[in-house]
């Protein structure tokens, strides 16, 4: 991909201007359309990872089951009728506020604080005269579901009770659904007092299913939420015994993982997938920029020692160049970067360990070239040192080739990593464009065809990688006379 450009090309493209320097080359540089468009994308990319945190209120890595598994984009409920009804998610907090009461009979429900978090208190005072008579207290709370059946929902309190040693104490939570029938969530009795006991009823535990007698591969929550309409969360809580008993709750969460979520919808455990891709433009440009400018540094210094010194050097140096450049990189990619873990940097380091090849063979072509001219000579006459030589006046009449060489350089360090990531080699603690790829291909986004999942990351790489194609080649045509004559 790397071009040939010249340093005569570099002053000529320098001078064409309003002045030397730059502005010459941005001159010819904002007359060529596709470079222009290049950079245009790159900014969109550059200002996508910076306001990341603006962009998404979720950080990809610690928010997790925000939707259900391979959550659809929200905005597929208006346009695909595959996806019409389905349910968003909420979660409703219900404090003692919130219960409507239905029956007391020797009950109260009140609210408090407690070490300043908001407390349920059922207080019951069963008859002293008879130890059969029970007091009890029936409350509800009403959900209005106005959607389609979801594909799991989950309770979650924490509860204590303070009671004689001889009470005895029953809970009960009942899901009624709009036509009147009643299923029994959850159930516990207790003597005397209990400590603080979490109680957390999820529809994919198998406890669960077990308690409202389904099996291991039915859907609680497709048959709970078969109908659309107002369901009833009824909680009753009854006594017997020979004092007052009171039980304290935390508020009840009752949740729903939706099943439409965000602007790309959510991947296996629920994740932002837009969160995942605006974060992950950081990590391709990081890791596109850090490759690129080792590998092209480590090109160049090479190149230059290579060209300049000659003899044994410049043989030695050609000779590991050619080898490296006979080994089929990503094998031996995949081999170190399994032996060296799983890390960005790791990644980094490899790709640039093999990427540097191409650069230091036009730079050292470009020092022959140079250290033949008058200007090198007269250095070398008047006896500045080599190590002068090469970086006062080899190294800046190369820069222009080596900045073509390290925007041509990115996008092949970007997809480098992409694929390591895809083959599962990837740092899993970032998200990256090749780790979402990576989790799709394994979490079954390509067999239950969730296009939300793959599409977008692939693009992002795609533009990305055009992106600096488009700028790399319009470099190339200003600076580099034959370049420009073929384009």
């Known amino acids: 991909m790397n071009k040939r450009v010249t340093a005569a090309g570099w002053r000529q493209a320098g001078t064409r201007g309003n002045g030397p320097g730059t502005p010459g080359f941005w001159a010819q540089y904002r007359r060529k359309p596709y470079g222009m468009i290049g950079l245009g994308i790159v900014i969109v990319y550059i200002l996508a990872a910076i306001f990341a945190p603006l962009l998404t209120p979720y950080n990809p890595m610690k928010d997790f089951y925000l939707a259900d598994r391979m959550a659809a984009p929200s905005w597929a409920g208006s346009v695909m009728s595959r996806f019409r009804g389905a349910p968003p998610t909420f979660k409703r907090v219900i404090g003692a506020r919130d219960w409507h009461v239905e029956e007391e009979t020797d009950a109260r429900l009140s609210g408090t604080q407690i070490e300043g978090e908001h407390m349920t208190v059922v207080e019951l005072t069963p008859p002293e005269d008879d130890p059969f008579e029970q007091a009890r207290l029936v409350s509800s709370y009403v959900i209005h579901y106005p959607y389609n059946p979801p594909q799991t929902f989950d309770i979650k309190f924490e509860y204590s009770i303070e009671a004689p040693d001889d009470a005895s104490t029953q809970l009960r939570i009942e899901f009624e659904a709009p036509d009147g029938s009643r299923r029994n969530l959850w159930r516990s009795s207790a003597w005397g ?41 009824v909680f009753t809580a009854s006594a017997t015994g020979s004092g007052p008993v009171a039980v304290r709750m935390s508020p009840m969460t009752f949740g729903v993982l939706g099943l439409l979520h965000g602007p790309l919808g959510a991947d296996h455990m629920g994740a932002d997938l837009w969160a995942q891709l605006v974060y992950g433009a950081r990590l391709a440009l990081l890791i596109g920029l850090s490759a690129a ?63 540097w090849m191409g650069t230091a063979r036009l ?12 200007f090198v000579e007269a250095a070398r006459a008047g006896g500045a040192s080599a190590f002068y030589i090469m970086t006062s006046h080899i190294l800046p009449n ?35 464009w090749g780790r979402m790829l990576q989790n799709a291909r394994s979490f079954g986004a390509f067999t239950t065809l969730a296009w939300w999942w793959l599409i977008p990351p692939g693009i992002s790489l795609t533009f990305l990688s055009l992106a600096f194609v488009f700028i790399g080649n319009t470099v190339n045509e200003i600076f580099n006379p034959r370049y420009r004559e073929r384009s």
């Not at 406890?207 to 009833?232: E, H, I, W």
């Not at 080596?402 to 990531?421: G, K």
């Open 363 to 374: 730079v050292r072509s470009q020092t022959l070239s140079l250290k033949e001219r008058t």
């Open 193 to 233: 007092s209990s400590d603080v006991r979490e109680v957390t009823l999820d529809a994919r535990d198998l406890d669960f299913k077990m308690n409202l007698g389904m099996g291991l591969f039915d859907d609680p929550a497709t048959v709970l939420f078969s109908k659309q309409g107002d369901y009833r969360l």
């Open 398 to 432: 190369v820069l222009p080739l080596v900045f073509a060489a390290l925007v041509l350089r990115i996008p092949a360090a970007i997809l480098m990593e992409a694929a390591l990531s895809f083959l599962g080699l990837g740092d899993p603690s970032v998200p990256t």
């Open 293 to 355: 400018l080792i590998a092209v540094a480590i090109g160049t210094s090479v190149g230059i020692i290579s060209g300049y010194v000659g003899g044994a050097v410049d043989e030695i140096l050609m000779r590991v160049v050619d080898v490296l450049l006979a080994i089929p990189t990503l094998p031996i990619l995949i081999v170190l970067g399994a032996f060296l873990g799983k890390s960005v940097w790791n990644i980094v380091i490899l790709v640039a360990a093999f990427a």
